[in-house]
């Protein structure tokens, strides 16, 4: 069963031994390691054994020491392997986060003869900060990018509007520096106030801008300043 034998015979005179002993206690021959038929070696066939095996050492070492070697090499390539980055298309793709949409209010909207389209929207005064006026005209550009031309005006007042409008039916007095009177000029005072920005589309051009007037659009008696903000 694969189990130690417990007896070797002498090899000199046959007497049975204890498997561990050393020297035949009937003629005093010293007893080596057990042949398979259960003899011991010779003291010659023991000491070549010893020599094989004391050759067989080094040979036996280096075996060793390569299988740790190559065990070792294998624990670093594995830690090296989950330090370097892996290749674009195994990486998990993390989604950028989405920056909120501005909300709006569209007033009015028409096409114009060359094809584009000009709208004037509405926006909380909350929003008449460059920080958010950037961002809506990056919302614009992404909303307009597939038109010929696009010019939105940009409104945080609902009034300042409707005097745009009834500018628009009454131009010639409107323009008319003799014919205001002061409710008038009052109006346009509200409008040019409110007027805040004017975004431009024009993708055949590469123009994608914004016309940004912080504390509204001026005129040649009261310039403001104006803001170019580029959304390329």
């Known amino acids: 069963m ?15 031994a204890a498997f561990e002993a050393d020297v035949c206690a009937s003629c005093g021959s010293a007893l080596g390691m057990v042949k398979p038929n259960g003899v011991a070696n010779t003291p010659e ?10 050759r067989g050492m080094p040979i036996l070492a280096g075996i060793v020491g390569l ?12 830690l090296y392997k989950s330090d370097v980055a892996q ?3 195994e990486q998990v793709r993390v989604a950028p986060p989405q920056v909120p949409q501005l909300q709006f209010s569209t007033l009015e909207e028409k096409s114009t003869p ?25 919302q614009l550009k992404e909303k307009d990018s597939s038109l ?5 005006t940009v409104y945080d007042n609902i009034e300042a509007y409707k005097v745009a409008g009834e500018a628009m039916d009454n131009a010639k007095s409107f323009v008319d520096e003799r014919k205001k009177t002061k409710a008038r ?14 975004v431009i589309i024009i993708p055949r051009n590469n123009v994608y801008e914004v016309q940004y007037h912080p504390k509204g659009i001026g005129n040649d008696t009261d310039p403001k300043d104006e803001i170019v903000i580029g959304l390329q």
């Open 2 to 16: 694969g189990i130690l034998p417990k007896t070797k015979k002498c090899w000199q005179c046959g007497t049975v």
């Open 45 to 54: 066939e023991q000491r070549k054994l010893q020599e094989s095996m004391r």
């Open 67 to 78: 299988i740790v070697l190559a065990w070792i090499v294998s624990v670093i390539a594995s």
């Open 87 to 89: 290749p674009a298309s």
């Open 114 to 138: 060359s094809g584009g389209i000009a709208r004037c929207i509405l926006v909380d005064p909350s929003h008449n900060n460059r920080s958010d006026i950037e961002r809506l005209g990056r």
């Open 148 to 152: 010929v031309s696009a010019s939105t």
């Open 185 to 198: 000029k009052a109006l346009e005072k509200l409008h040019d106030e409110h007027f805040i920005a004017m």
